[in-house]
Nanobody, 120 residues
């Protein structure tokens, strides 16, 4: 099992920046990839960015050039640096981990979510 705890959300003005953090605990050695997803009211949850244990990254189109995902293996933490925030970035941001079970099945764990509101 892997448990995730997010932090760093809040209210920011358009054009501002926020950094989200997600700390993993539990069977951290089994984690293959970690990522950030978001869900706005009335919309489906969508990928923001993802990083693998080999530090390979992929981003949603809306995140490219503005958001940066990074991972500190020693701290078992993944970060999402968000710059040039727009009102349409307002959503609940969820941390995600893909990890292997003892039977080598690939499972998914989610954090509780952190609210990001971009408004003047």
């Amino acid at each position: 099992q892997v448990q995730l705890v997010e932090s760093g959300g809040g209210l920011v003005q358009p054009g501002g920046s926020l950094r989200l953090s997600c700390a993993a605990s539990g069977n951290r050695a089994s984690i293959y990839a970690m990522g950030w997803y978001r869900q706005a009211p009335g919309k489906q949850r969508e990928l923001v960015a993802r990083i693998t244990s080999a530090f390979s990254t992929n981003y949603a189109e809306f995140a490219k050039g503005r958001f940066t995902i990074s991972r500190d293996i020693a701290k078992n933490t993944v970060y999402l640096q968000m710059n040039s925030l727009k009102p349409e970035d307002t959503a609940v941001y969820f941390c995600n981990a893909e990890y292997y079970s003892s039977s080598n099945s690939l499972l998914t764990s989610w954090g509780q979510g952190t609210q990001v509101t971009v408004s003047s």
